[in-house]
């Protein structure tokens, strides 16, 4: 079994989940006692929060970057970046390291793919929905096509990632209104929907989408997983 490193804290509501979920699988999986080998290295969000509204992503890049080098120096054999939004200094976190990076959003495309889906919504943070290094990834190294919500809608969902989820609250009202804004993505032909940042799944579940979900915390754990045992 290869050794996880997970970079965390991003915010530490939904790293609890990866380390739930990639516990449950290798258990699972090999049955008996077994758990993951697994390392975490968790920042403190209130820096990350600060650094990514005020664009400071050089900084930021420096900051994980130094995350995932002390987690090689501890025995990590591949990386984990347990957040969608981070992802866009996943080059410079590859390039400070010799171990690998499982990309969130590349298992999430074969997950989607296999389901024979090409036209799906994407929901996150307004750095994930607007920016091209998450949406890119998906159309140009997956063929996929991704839509995001209006404006409003984007700004409503990147409010209750920040100041509802990543503080932990599950209010029944932003439950609704992603159901809402889900139903507008269907309409606008989406065939299902990523939950593209790792706090959605903790609001919204299957019987709240009218579109299949694509839970990328689970995703994404399941797929360290697969690379851990392989």
Known sequence: ??????????????????????????????GGFHSAKCLMYSVDFAEIEVLQHRGEWEKLAWILSQ?????????????????NTMHKVA????????????????????????RGFMTVGL??????????FYRGRLEKKHGLKALVPDQADRELVHHVI?????????????RRKFSAVIEKLAAAGAQGVILGCTEIGLLVKEKDS???????????AEAAVEYALK
Not at 76 to 81: E, P, Q, W
Not at 100 to 109: G, K, N, R, S, V
Request: hydrophobic letters at 40%; charged letters at 25%; one cysteine or more.
């Open 1 to 30: 079994m290869k050794t996880i490193g997970l970079i965390g804290g991003m915010s530490w509501e939904s790293s609890l989940e990866y380390y739930r979920i990639i516990n449950e699988e290798v258990k699972q999986r090999l």
């Open 67 to 83: 995350a995932a080098v002390r987690l090689e120096a501890g025995g990590a054999d591949f990386l984990v970046l347990c957040t």
């Open 91 to 114: 080059p410079q976190i590859e390039a400070a390291v010799n171990i690998p990076l499982l990309h969130i959003a590349d298992p999430t495309a074969e997950r989607i793919k296999a």
């Open 123 to 132: 929901l996150g943070t307004r750095f994930t929905m607007e920016e091209d």
């Open 162 to 174: 920040y100041y509802e989820l990543c503080d932990g609250q599950l209010q029944e009202e932003s």
């Open 210 to 220: 009218v579109l299949p979900i694509f839970d990328t915390t689970v995703i994404h």
